[in-house]
């Protein structure tokens, strides 16, 4: 079975500081990866996906990147965090089927920056 | 523009009750829709997928109904439990190029005793 990893679980940060947040995933190749933002009263935001090694696309032009040195690796990463860049980070992977956009969620990483 | 809004924005009901949280999207041309759940500090998990063509599905008490001609979706819980606690987002796929989910904001359930 598929198993989706992130870690760290909660951060707490500067302002300033850098930032590098992992998620892995296990059970599956070639996956498409996700990242998304979860601020507190609002909908999930698409920050960047990848279809793979190597290949990102942003969905919405900020302060942070991403990257994926490897097959089921998917990073994000800021070299100096604001304090807006707080919240709930989500990573997600999925396969496009016939019908479906199916996509599977990791538990998440909360980033408080101070 | 693309859009999925929900209601109620909160709910608290008491335990045994049932419950129905509603989705209405503005997505075109719609794909499929989905409802995840989502329990505080954790990642959404997914309940129920509905392809235009499926109009109502199950998963166990929780049941989803779809009108793709009104573009509502509804969340139907029956005989809740604390358990069911959460946030309920409904999720919109667009039929198009690139891989973009439509999120809602979510419902927050709470069910007390």
């Known amino acids: 079975s598929q198993t989706i990893h992130q870690w760290p679980a909660t951060l707490v940060q500067p302002v300033g500081s850098p930032l590098s947040l992992e998620c892995t995933v296990e059970?599956?190749?070639?996956?498409?990866l996700y990242w998304y933002r979860q601020a507190a009263g609002r909908g999930l935001q698409l920050l960047f996906y990848?279809?793979?090694?190597?290949?990102i696309s942003s969905e919405v032009p900020q302060n942070l990147s991403a990257s994926r040195p490897q097959d089921r690796q998917f990073i994000l990463s800021s070299k100096k965090l604001l304090l807006s860049d707080s919240g709930f980070y989500l990573c997600a992977w999925g396969r496009t089927t016939s019908s479906y956009n199916e996509q599977f969620f990791g538990p998440g990483t909360r980033l408080t920056v101070l | 523009k693309n859009q999925v809004e929900q209601s109620p924005q909160s709910l608290i009901i008491l335990e045994g009750k049932n419950c129905t949280l509603q989705?209405?999207?503005?997505?075109?041309?719609?794909?499929?829709l989905r409802w995840y759940k989502q329990d505080t500090g954790r990642g959404p998990v997914s309940l129920t997928i509905m392809t235009f063509s499926e109009n109502t599905k199950s998963n166990g008490r929780y049941t989803a109904t779809l009108d793709a001609d009104t573009k509502q979706s509804s969340l139907h819980i029956t005989a809740s439990q604390l358990s069911d606690s959460a946030s309920y987002i409904c999720v919109v796929s667009a039929r198009q190029a690139g891989t973009a989910l439509i999120f809602g904001k979510g419902t927050t359930l709470s069910v007390s005793s």
């Open positions: 059970g599956t190749s070639n996956p498409n």
């Open positions: 990848s279809v793979g090694i190597g290949q």
């Open positions: 989705c209405n999207y503005t997505v075109s041309p719609f794909s499929n």
